[in-house]
């Protein structure tokens, strides 16, 4: 088991979905999170779910509900709250809507990062995934100074940051469930393996 603890994300508007993709069914379970949430448990000792609000779950987890800040959708709202919560120097990253993300993916990263780093971000022909990935501590200040000035590019903080970007050649494994295309060719996805 990694000792890392893993941070599923789950508290975004899933606005391009037209409903809460985190509730989804998937896989044979009532909910997508719980799908991740189960997987990950396979493969972390400490599993977090980050949301908004714990009470739209209707199964038992540790949740890490968001700083209070009811209009703003963001991961740097989530990644202060995680920060505040956990007494860690890292943790996993995990975007609630990539399901295909297996633990080989899981392995290879912690095995290139270092504690130099502020992240260890998975990367692809079609561009870094910031919600797979390891965040360090160092990188608290920054988040915290993002809420601040009302910026939430993850993107640019990497880019700016001492991030080590691991490439991966196989894009499936990063395929973002944002639509209801997606998320059909998923389920279609998940039936075949």
Avoid: W
């Amino acid at each position: 088991m990694i000792q890392i603890p893993c941070v599923i994300f789950a508290g975004g508007r899933s606005s391009r979905m037209g409903e809460d993709k985190a509730l989804l069914p998937f896989d044979g379970y009532a909910t997508l999170t719980q799908y991740q949430y189960a997987k990950a448990s396979k493969i972390f000792s400490h599993v977090y779910i980050s949301c908004k609000e714990k009470s739209k779950f209707s199964f038992d987890a540790n949740f890490i509900e968001d700083f209070k800040e009811p209009t703003l959708f963001a991961p740097t709202l989530a990644f202060a709250s995680i920060y505040a919560t956990l007494n860690e120097s890292s943790f996993f990253a995990l975007s609630v809507d990539a399901p295909f993300v297996d633990e080989a993916v899981i392995q290879r990263l912690i095995e290139e990062d270092r504690p130099s780093y502020d992240a260890t971000i998975a990367k692809t022909a079609f561009g870094m995934q910031p919600l797979c990935g390891i965040y360090h501590r160092s990188l608290e200040k920054e988040f915290l100074e993002m809420l601040q000035k009302d910026s939430h590019k993850l993107g640019y903080l990497l880019k700016n940051s001492q991030t080590h970007f691991v490439f991966f050649e196989e894009e499936k494994k990063f395929l973002n469930l944002n639509n209801p295309q997606e998320y059909q060719q998923a389920l279609q996805e998940i039936t075949k393996s």
